[in-house]
């Protein structure tokens, strides 16, 4: 399998591609990553160093990759957090020259813009951009509960319209909707689950909730679970490896007291999940 991923880059921790691109090597999938920014740290800390890498240079770079001749190969483009509005067009046209070289890849899309504590953190444009152009491009999609009720203008909180927000976003053009940091009033105390739906039915996984903020864990989320689907096309099994590895990964970085993502050390967690925790097929 070849991924194409376009994200942001940062020198020390992980967020971005330097949270994606290593956990999807760890199980054997080749990785063309393609930076957005070029940050000494996530922004995060209030302070950082770095460039942000303008439109037309990311359109060059993915230009260069196509003279390779590699387009046809690639299986999945992946993207995540969009710092400008000018990335999205790079983005989309990076998909449309990747799904003409291979009709048989997708576009995967973690459209962030936020999360229920700290509401939206992005430029003002980006929901809108999202919402309206990116969001209809894609075939999977990794938003939080907050970002998919704004994505489709409702409030989901319970499993019932949390499926029909899914449902909503789903008419909207990707086919596959996976749902991280559900949290419902009738969940089980100290849990919190992801909810993935796709057109075979819909999948729930609850794991315990960890006293902890880890910057990264979406990305790494976002693409574990777009692998695994991708070579599986199963929405369980992709749900179940995913989250074993990301719950793994991030016990491993709140026992070692750390801000940043132990990702090097939870390593064996990526290719050799524990499948710990039991998938439900909630429709």
């Known amino acids: 399998m070849k991924i194409l991923s376009i994200q942001s880059a940062v020198a020390y921790g992980h967020v971005g591609n330097s949270a994606a691109v290593f956990p999807l090597q760890r199980i054997g999938v080749e990785v063309l990553p393609v930076y957005t920014v070029t940050f000494s740290n996530h922004t995060g800390y209030g302070a950082w160093r770095g460039p942000l890498i303008a439109p037309d240079d990311v359109r060059d770079v993915i230009t260069g990759i196509e003279e390779r001749g590699v387009l046809p190969e690639i299986d999945v483009v992946l993207s995540g957090y ?14 449309a020259r ?20 700290s509401g939206c953190f992005v430029a003002p444009a980006i ?37 029909a927000a899914a449902d909503a976003a789903r008419a909207m053009g990707p086919r596959t909707v996976l749902v991280t940091s559900v949290e419902r009033p009738d969940r089980e105390p100290g849990t919190i689950e992801m909810l993935a739906v796709d057109d075979a039915g819909a999948w729930s996984v609850a794991t315990p909730l960890l006293p902890m903020k880890a910057n990264g864990s979406g990305d790494v989320t976002a693409a574990l679970f777009t692998a695994h689907y991708r070579e599986s096309g199963s929405a369980a099994t992709a749900l179940a490896r995913a989250v074993s590895s990301v719950y793994d990964l991030l016990a491993l970085t709140h026992e070692s007291g750390s801000r940043e993502l132990q990702l090097v050390e939870a390593q064996g967690f990526y290719a050799d999940p524990r499948l710990q925790f039991e998938v439900r097929q909630v429709r």
Request: aromatic share 4%; with cysteine; proline share 8%.
């Open 98 to 117: 990747v799904k003409a070289a291979n009709p048989a890849a997708v576009y995967a899309c973690d459209p962030v813009m936020g999360n229920a504590k």
């Open 127 to 163: 929901p809108d951009l999202l919402r309206h152009r990116v969001v209809p491009a894609a075939d999977l999609i990794t938003p939080n509960q907050f970002e998919l009720g704004y994505l489709t203008g409702t409030s989901p909180d319970t499993l019932e319209s949390t499926l």
């Open 82 to 95: 969009q710092g400008g509005e000018g990335i999205a067009d790079v983005i989309l046209d990076a998909v």
